[in-house]
């Protein structure tokens, strides 16, 4: 994903749009979340004054709650208002559909009275596609996005990225299943992630990768690798750089322990063939050359590098 941008701002007849936004910068102020950071900066952007909420409660995967200046601001989705057993208004639920279905992530906000919706997009980095592709070259068979969003942006990202499998709609836990069901399906799995709702499906996976450039600390605490910055291009030279390490590994050994094997073979039998008993010099020289073979084996991990 890339950075989310607020695009459209629905109040209900007798609202406004910028005290809609207002609010919801006001209650998203303080949470990390790509979303909130999106509705704060296009408050920002309009000149709106937004003060931090005094108070905020997370609903994971669903949306929040804030207190600011004594009343109650709810940011989130059908969701969240179903668990907080508040019906929006049938116009706010038709403009959220209507959002969804243009691949935009709608966040219904309701101040006291007063409903409304904002729609953020997505926009997907112009690195994604290439990274994908690049995943597929160093052997990664199958690819799956999973996302809290909406099945319709989720679909819209799959068809710009080339992601096979594509998951909508899920929560912190539902991510964790899916991981589960994709283990069983293809085998161990690497789950890529930077926010909170990611850190269970990176705790849950074979190896957790977490985005450490904007990576939540939770989800660098899940994760087994931290990508030290914010280059999508990281993961597939992380990945190719494991898979050389592993095979210079092995091939380390088997250098190591074939010479071993040869000198001490050569200690027993030496004697009774052609050979000789084995020399000092001999045996300091192999075993000292089969080092000096697997330091330089290791060096060819430096070629290649970013």
């Known amino acids: 994903h890339g950075r989310f941008e607020v695009t459209d701002v629905v109040a209900e007849p007798g609202g406004g749009e910028n005290d809609l936004l207002a609010w919801a910068a006001s209650a998203e102020k303080r949470s990390p979340h790509p979303l909130a950071q999106a509705v704060v900066r296009a408050a920002e952007a309009r000149g709106l004054t937004v003060t931090a909420a005094e108070s905020l409660t997370n609903h994971l995967g669903k949306g929040l709650v804030a207190m600011s200046g004594g009343v109650s601001i709810e ?43 904002i729609a953020a997009a997505d926009r997907v980095r112009p690195a994604a596609a290439a990274t994908v592709r690049a995943l597929r070259a160093v052997g990664i068979q199958r690819t799956a996005l999973l996302s809290g969003d909406s099945e319709a942006t989720v679909r819209a990202i799959g068809a710009q990225t080339g992601v096979q499998e594509l998951h909508g709609k899920l929560l912190p836990e539902d991510k964790v299943r899916v991981i589960g069901e994709l283990e069983a399906k293809y085998g161990p799995a690497a789950m890529i992630g930077d926010g909170v709702n990611d850190a269970p499906a990176l705790a849950r996976a074979s190896v957790g990768i977490a985005m450490g450039g904007i990576g939540s600390d939770a989800a660098m605490e899940s994760a087994d ?17 494991a898979q050389r390490a592993r095979r210079v590994v092995l091939q380390n050994l088997c250098i190591a322990t074939g010479v071993m094997a040869v000198l001490v073979t050569w200690v027993f039998v030496g004697t009774y063939t052609s050979l000789g008993a084995l020399k000092l010099p001999v045996a300091v020289s192999g075993h000292e050359g089969s080092t000096v073979i697997v330091i330089l084996n290791g060096l060819r991990l430096l070629r290649g590098r970013r």
């Not at 910055?229 to 993961?235: C, H, P, Q, W």
């Open 75 to 117: 940011v989130g989705t059908p969701e969240l208002f179903a668990a907080l057993e508040a019906t929006p208004p049938e116009a706010v639920l038709e403009w959220a559909r209507r959002f969804a279905a243009d691949g935009k992530t709608a966040m219904i906000v309701r101040r006291g009275a007063a409903w409304g919706v």
């Open 225 to 241: 690798v931290v990508l030290m910055g914010d280059d999508l291009a990281a993961l597939p030279y992380a990945i190719d750089l």
